[in-house]
């Protein structure tokens, strides 16, 4: 196993999680039994903050923590995750609006809907004591967790680490907070804005992390990581194939839902494929350098990324049919009837058995089509 620092990166995008689990069980499969995480640095966001969380609360046995992980996934259903809110939806636009800020003054949070459930689901399966003993053991250095603040806007990493040299940071729109790591961080940083509320950490409100992040990898940089292992949960590898896709087409007017989809998208596709290619860029200039002469905060870095190889919105439409009744009619109604333009947002809302263990299956096959490159990564014999 490596000695360099390296950092597991899970990213968000709700429902989409659930591709995570399959490249995590694959890693695992190629492990012995009962080895420890073999991740120093674990970095979550979103729905991939609740994985990297349950890794460190079994991070002395990997398999066992994945396992778990994977039983969770695979019995999800959308009443263990969220509820729709309350707020009435009125027959116009004004009185709609209108009945949202009137609840709002009555202290109820402006969201689609409550994810209460996930609460009592995450009290259920974590024991975040665990993490400090992880930390003492030193299976792991550092969990780390991202959510925006909804007070300046910054996009903050709480972290709670062994590594005494580490100190809170404030770079731009970036903050880093040592903090030891809660549920109510893990339901801020999954929070998505207008689907679900924004939660309180301390004296501020913050929401779901992928909004602002800008930089997937900056925040394990932060940390000291050597090596980065990300997993994204986009459709990058696909993104040549969307400007001939019918959808892109397509010159009807957008529906309400169709419109979210995208913004949606546009704040959980990651940044990862430009974050790649800034690395290796530095990583070009800095063996012209001498290593004596580098500057001491450069250092080069190996990353290794696994994304999925289908689009996870056409498996969000092959399944659209499993969420519950009043959700898949809100959609349909949403998107003009046309299931193909809902597909996008139903595919971060899609938490059923038959969508996340599709994203298990794609996230196991697309990791062991990457297995040497994996073993070599992680230096398994």
């Known amino acids: 196993m490596n000695e360099k620092k390296t950092a597991l990166l899970l990213s968000g995008g709700g429902a989409r999680g659930a591709y995570q689990i399959g490249v995590l069980s694959a890693i695992a499969s190629l492990l012995p039994k009962g080895s420890p995480i073999p991740f120093k ?52 636009i004004t009185k709609t609006l209108a009945s949202a800020f009137l609840q709002q003054e009555k202290g109820a949070s402006l969201s689609l809907m409550v994810n209460d459930p996930l609460e009592a689901l995450l009290t259920r399966f974590l024991n975040l004591d665990k993490v400090s003993v992880a930390l003492h053991h030193r299976f792991i250095e550092t969990l780390a967790i991202t959510a925006i603040n909804y007070s300046d806007g910054n996009s903050t990493t709480f972290f709670q680490t062994s590594n005494s040299s580490l100190s809170d940071w404030h770079k731009g729109r970036r903050v880093g907070t040592k903090d030891p790591i809660t549920i109510q961080h893990l339901l801020a940083s999954s929070a998505i804005p207008g689907i679900f509320p924004p939660r309180r950490v301390g004296t501020h409100y913050f929401g779901d992390g992928a909004v602002r992040l800008g930089s997937a990898i900056q925040p394990a940089i932060n940390l000291g990581a050597e090596k980065l292992l990300l997993i994204g949960v986009s459709d990058n590898r696909q993104a040549r194939d969307w400007a001939s896709s019918p959808t892109a087409a397509s010159a009807d007017e957008p529906s309400i839902v169709q419109v979210l989809g995208q913004l949606l998208n546009s704040a959980f596709i990651d940044s990862i494929d430009q974050d790649i290619a800034n690395i290796n860029e530095l990583n070009k200039l800095l063996s012209l350098v001498p290593e004596e002469n580098r500057p001491p905060d450069l250092s080069h870095r190996e990353t290794l990324i696994i994304s999925p190889s289908s689009g996870l919105n056409v498996i969000a439409r092959e399944h659209i049919n499993t969420l519950p009744r009043n959700i898949s009619r809100l959609l349909r109604t949403a998107s003009g009837n046309k299931p193909e333009n809902a597909a996008s947002a139903a595919s971060y809302l899609l938490f059923t058995p038959e969508y ?17 490159k994996i073993q070599a990564f992680l230096e398994i014999n």
């Open 41 to 92: 640095i674990l970095c979550g966001t979103s729905a991939g903050a609740l994985n990297a969380a349950l890794l460190a609360t079994q991070a002395s046995d990997f398999k066992r923590g994945v396992k778990q992980l994977s039983y969770i996934w695979r019995h999800l259903t959308p009443d263990q995750v969220y509820r729709v809110s309350r707020w009435p939806i009125a027959s116009s």
């Open 356 to 372: 996340c263990q599709a994203l298990i299956e794609l996230g196991y096959k697309d990791a062991m089509w990457e297995k040497e």
